[in-house]
């Protein structure tokens, strides 16, 4: 069986500390396994683990550039110091709304281009993020907390995800115009 992961970044704790237990066991089982997630390259002791072993790990490259709008970071959902992001690096409510869709577009090219190189069984997204939104948006349409495409199932542990992703499309809405 082959499983997708996708998670907001590898800095050793909280999620990236289970996906990594996880991905250990399912390798043992002889699985294959690959991690998507965005980083920026910061100098660090484990860049290593991550950015030498590219069979399991897809790395959202930042700074990046998108149909003309430069992405210098990834950006974050809330302004959380974030170990492998720049201090006060951008949240999405700082984003203009081109900037956000264009994000939306390249995040959505990077998984289309994932998902076809390694063709997952199963797909686990991580946190109240846009993955989510965005593997909706491919067609991974949410029944009974899953996400059941033709020929291939994406679990989605809460259904509430996909409304999470709403949520943080309208906060940073009704923050930008409060600002």
Known sequence: MKVLF???GPWGIGTETVVDGITREFQNLGHRVKVVFPDLGLPS???NKYYGNPELYHILQFPAEHQGVDF???PLI???PNPRNLRN???FKDMTDKEFQHYIDFLRL???RVIQDFQPDIIETEHVWLMGYVLNELGYTLQNSVFCPPGRRVLQWL???LWGADCLWSARISLRSKI
């Open 45 to 47: 002791p484990d860049a």
């Open 6 to 8: 996708t998670i907001t």
């Open 89 to 91: 690096a951008w949240t």
């Open 110 to 112: 990077c998984l289309q």
């Open 159 to 161: 259904h509430w995800k």
């Open 72 to 74: 210098l970071t990834f």
């Open 78 to 80: 809330i302004p959380d």
